[in-house]
Each structure stands twice: as C-alpha cells, then as structure tokens.
C-alpha cells in the first residue's frame, strides 16, 4: 500500500508561477517530525478540465479563501463569538468535491466546515450572519461556525465531533437509497478521524448495504496539534480495501484533479455503492484562529504556499488563455460580494435569549405515524 512517489520539489515547481494567495510567512523555528509537504505522496497527473469549469472551481476557492480570510480578521476584531477553524490552503478539496455534486445531493461536514458550506452554495450573507451570531443567519445565529447547516443546499451540517458527520451522511445515503432518489452523499472528514471506529462502522454499514456514498478525507497531516501517524497505524486505503470499498488517492491541492476523481466516484456511487477518496492537502493556518502552531516545523510551513491550489489554478487558466485582467476582475467580484456579506452581517439583530432552546427537540408529529 505505498504511495505514489512525487516529492516535495516536484509539487512546488507545479505551484510556484505566482504569488501565494495570501499564505502567512511561517515563522522560523525548531525542526520537528513532519517536514515533508502531506500533498508530496501523489504523482504529477495531466490537466484535463475545459476552460470554464476551471474558472467555476477557481471562483469558488477564491470565495471560500476571501471568505475565510475575512474571517479571520473578523475573529481578531471580537466580531465572531466562539472560535473558527480555517480551511485555508484546503479549498480546492470542498470546490472539487462539490462540483460532482447535483443541487439534490447532500453533505456532512467537519468543524472546518466553512469551504463546504460556501461550495454546496450556502447563501454567503446568511453564512457571514450565522458565524456572527445573528438572528437572520442560517441557522438563526444559533449554531455559529461549526454549526452551519442548511438542508435547502444539502448541506447536513458542520460538526464539532471528530467523524460524526459521517453516521448523519450515511443516514442520508440510506434514505436516498430507501427513497429510490439516485442522489449521492460526500462525507468530508479528516485524516484525524481514520482512528475513529464510527469511520469503521459506517464504511461497513456502507458497503454491506450498498449506499451511495462517497467518504472524501481532507488528509492534512494533522489531527489538532499531533501528526495524524502518531494516532494511527493503518491507512485509508487498507479500510477501503478490508470493506471493498474502491479507493483513490489525489493531490488535494490540485483542483483538476480532486474534480476529475470526484465526477468519476460520484458517477459509479449514484448507481449505488460507496467509495473513498483521499485527498492529500495541507493545513496552512492553526488548528483553530490564534494557535501559535508553536509544535509545526519551519520546512513544513515554507512548503505550503508553493502548492497554494489557488495560484496553482490561476496558472493553469493563464495557460489556457484566460487573461490576468479577467482573473483580476473576477477577484474583485469577490471581494465584492465578501464586503457586502459583512455589511450584511454586521447590520443584523443578537437572537433573542428566550430563543435559545428553539428547534433543539423536535416537534410532535401530526401524522398518524407519530411516535412509530
Ligand atoms: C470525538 C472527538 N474526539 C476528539 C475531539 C477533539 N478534536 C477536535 S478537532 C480534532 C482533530 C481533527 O483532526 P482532523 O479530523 O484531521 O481534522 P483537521 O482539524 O485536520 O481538519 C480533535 C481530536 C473531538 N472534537 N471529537
Ligand atoms: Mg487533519
């Protein structure tokens, strides 16, 4: 079970054509276990997207880092109650998965849930309202950045507990499946939630029953502020196989890729069967905004910006003639669309505390089924 060789070297001078979108300068510090790039044990592969679906992807990684960098700044400021967790560096995964995704499809989502949400089209103004705790936000302001759900998209919602997206995805697969919908489920997790038995337990239950679900892990390299080999002895890949789940392995920082190996599992898990893909990607930010990442080595963190999937793809699209006023007017459209989503979110009203227990415990049903 090795991985495909690449190296370091070989990711960096694919990414290097422009400048980071952004990408801190890492401080400089001792050396630790994990100095290699997490993206480095995939191979190069060939670009085959059109022109215009690589635009899409790359619009939506602009938006979710433009989104999230505002974010950022908005947490430093106090204008965001709890805490967040970033996916910078991560968003050509949630673009590239989500884009194999019907608008009927569905996901589950992590506590670094914010790219999903944005790429399975929540709306950005009540996204910027919900993680600022307003009343007109989502989820009413209630549930905040790891909390973000709204079915009308398909999106199950973020989630605080390490692999617990993964039983609600495999309940909606199932009800999919019972409804006879031919919709497919994405289960984004993590590397850090390969050690978790519900992870064991749902791709059983997804194999033995045939779901059409597709488990996507974001493999960062890191699970909080331990490298995810400490804590785990097998791999993705040998859990797939143990389930005859088909597996695939991509450069999760690689849109293309993550977007050509997404269409080609949703398609076969629409016909019924799970799959598994995993993406190799790097976490740029802490684990959650204000981590100093004071246990991250320096070699680690140099090699982030050259495989950014975001100066990645805007070099591809140069290449397939797409001008650099085009790309810069379409990043002015985002900025655009940001600034006003936290206008928007700064001018809406605090829930009312009485509130709070609202939509917490169902309701009653009135159908004669009730309490079956
Ligand atoms: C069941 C459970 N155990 C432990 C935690 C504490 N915890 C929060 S995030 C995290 C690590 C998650 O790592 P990973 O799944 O790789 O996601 P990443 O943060 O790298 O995106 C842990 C252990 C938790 N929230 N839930
Ligand atoms: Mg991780």
């Known amino acids: 079970m090795k991985a495909p060789a690449s190296g370091p070297k070989a990711m960096a001078t694919m990414a290097a054509e422009e ?30 997207l059109p022109k215009d679906a690589l635009l899409d992807l790359y619009q939506t990684m602009l938006l979710v880092r433009r ?43 992590t506590h670094r849930g914010h ?26 302001g209630r549930g905040g950045s790891m909390h973000v759900a709204d079915m009308a998209v398909g999106m199950l919602g973020a989630n ?43 791709l059983n239950l997804a194999a033995l029953w045939k779901l059409p679900l597709l488990f996507v892990c ?9 490298p995810t080999s400490r804590q785990f002895a097998g791999s993705l890949e040998g859990l797939a196989k143990t389930f005859g789940i088909p597996y695939r392995r991509v450069d999760g920082n690689d849109v293309e890729a993550v977007a050509l190996a997404a269409t080609a599992a949703v398609e076969v898990a629409r016909g019924g069967g799970p799959q598994a893909l995993e993406c190799m990607t790097g976490r740029v930010r802490g684990h959650f905004e204000g981590d100093p990442q004071r246990y991250r080595d320096a070699e680690e963190l140099a090699q982030l910006p050259k495989i950014d999937p975001i100066p990645r ?31 928007r979110g700064r001018q809406g009203t605090l829930p009312d505390f009485q509130e709070a227990l609202a939509d917490v415990y169902t309701r009653p049903s009135t159908s004669p089924r009730a309490g079956v």
Do not use: Y
């Open 19 to 48: 400048p980071s979108e952004g990408l801190r300068k890492p401080a400089a510090r001792k050396p630790n276990r994990t100095a290699k790039s997490n993206t480095s044990s995939v191979a190069k592969r060939p670009a085959e």
């Open 67 to 109: 989104a999230e960098q505002r974010l950022s700044a908005l947490f430093a400021d106090g204008e965001i109650p709890g805490f967040i967790h970033l996916s910078i560096g991560q968003e050509a995964v949630a673009a590239g998965v989500c884009q194999a995704l019907a608008a009927q499809d569905s996901i589950a989502s």
């Open 115 to 140: 790219g999903h949400s944005l790429a399975k089209g929540v709306d950005l103004e009540a996204f910027f309202l919900e993680i600022m705790g307003k009343r007109e936000g989502i989820c009413g």
């Open 160 to 202: 605080g507990i390490v692999g617990a997206g993964l039983s609600l995805a495999l309940g909606s697969a199932l009800a999919h499946q019972l409804r006879r919908e031919r919709r497919v489920v994405a289960a984004f997790f993590g590397d850090g939630a390969m050690a978790e038995g519900l992870l064991h337990e749902c």
């Open 218 to 226: 974001e493999n960062n390299g890191w699970s909080e502020f331990s």
């Open 313 to 343: 793809a805007a070099a591809r699209l140069r290449a397939l003639k797409v001008s650099a006023a085009a790309l810069q007017e379409l990043s002015e459209k985002v900025d655009r669309r940001i600034e006003a989503a936290v206008a």
